[in-house]
Structures are given as C-alpha cells and as structure tokens.
C-alpha cells in the first residue's frame, strides 16, 4: 500500500492549493488534502475548533502517515503530532510557528484576530482575498503562484473564515514552545529564504526538537509549496 501523506493548507486556502505539490510527488503517496472547518467545501461546518479538526484528521488519516502543513495549517500539525503521537511518522511545517508564548501578546492578537474577523464578515469574499494577498508576509510571490492563490481562496466564505480566524488563529491556540521537546518523530522546518519572519523562528523551533533539520528554500517567501511546489514534495516524500 502506497505511504499515506496528509497535507494541511493555511488560513484562507483549501486542500487544493496543494495541487502544485501533489503533483509534484506523482503516483507514489495516497495524499489525503482536506478543506478544514472554515475553509472551501468545510465552510459551513461548525464548531471550528482545534480539538473538532483534530478529530476529523484522527478519523481521516490512516494508523500511519506523513503530516505535513502550511502557516495555519502547520501550527494545527504541530498540535496534531503531539495529540496523536506515534501514528505520526514525519512532520514537515512549512512557514509555521508554534504560537505566541507570551500570555499577554497572545490576548493582544485575539483581540486583534476578533477585529479582523468583524471585518471579513462585512466583506464579500472577492474584497477579502484581495486584502489578504496584500499582507506583508506574502509579498513578492510570483505572478502565478499569486493568481492561483487568489483563485482558491473564493472557495470560502466570509462567515467560514471568520469562524476559522476565532477558533485556530494564532492569538486563539495555545502555545507550544514549551512542548516541542516531546516530539519525536523526524520533523522538517521549511521556510523561504525571502521569508525573514518565518526563517527565524524555524531557527528557533530546530534546536528544541530532538530530530529536527531547518531547509531554506532559495527564491521563496512564505508559500513555500505554491512558489517552490517541486521543492516541498522532495522533502515531504523523503522516507516514503
């Protein structure tokens, strides 16, 4: 049986911004790419929290697989390799971070992420995805990967993705700085070599994690698996 490889997209896409990758790692993997709560085909579906997408990824996902996630996503990964363990064999985060671990900080940016949320739900999908691809942190994705990217997000909803900011936005998920340590499956940061943000912290998570590697991809910014589709499935099939 082919290895199985779940791959969990960032807020605002769905499962089919993943396309360029799957492709990428051809007919070797059964890859498993949903639309999380909030998100595309899952718009609609409620409550959008951590512990009901965990849920449905436990249901989803086989005994063992390869996880792997984007931004958001990556950051529910993380919270999914530590809740189901040893059914994880590989992690790959990719643009992701462990949270905000300042207590204070974090209440600032739920604060924040509520504003946000208030606002896209007084938005029509179409003004929303053009904010957002105006966010700083992905800024200069080339022309194509950002055509593709604007396309998948008018697969949402502004109530889903409202729903989706207030129950897995970062000011909302607890940190797991303090937990990296009981990782321990082989983990992959990735990050874009034009994603200074990101970058660092990947330098920062590598020396907590027992078995963990940091790969800067040259040329990218933070979506790294829409800019650099080629170089994300060579490291998410590693050990399949």
Known sequence: MAPTVLLLHGFTNTGASW???VAALGER???LAPDIRGHGAAAEVRPVTLAAVISDLAALAPERFTLAGYSQGGRIALHVALALGPRVERLVLIGASP???????RAARRAADE???AEIEGSSIEEFATRW???PVLAGQPREALAAAHADRLRSTPAGLAAALRG???GALPSL???LGELKMP???????RDEKFRAIGEQMAPEIPSAQLIVVAGAGHAVHLEAPAAVAAEVGKGG
């Open 19 to 21: 396309d360029p990758a």
């Open 29 to 31: 993997y059964r890859v």
């Open 99 to 105: 949270g905000i671990a300042d207590p204070g900080e």
């Open 115 to 117: 504003a946000l949320a």
């Open 133 to 135: 691809a105006a966010t």
């Open 168 to 170: 897995l936005g970062t």
């Open 177 to 179: 700085w303090g937990r």
């Open 187 to 193: 983990v992959t940061l990735i990050a874009g070599e």
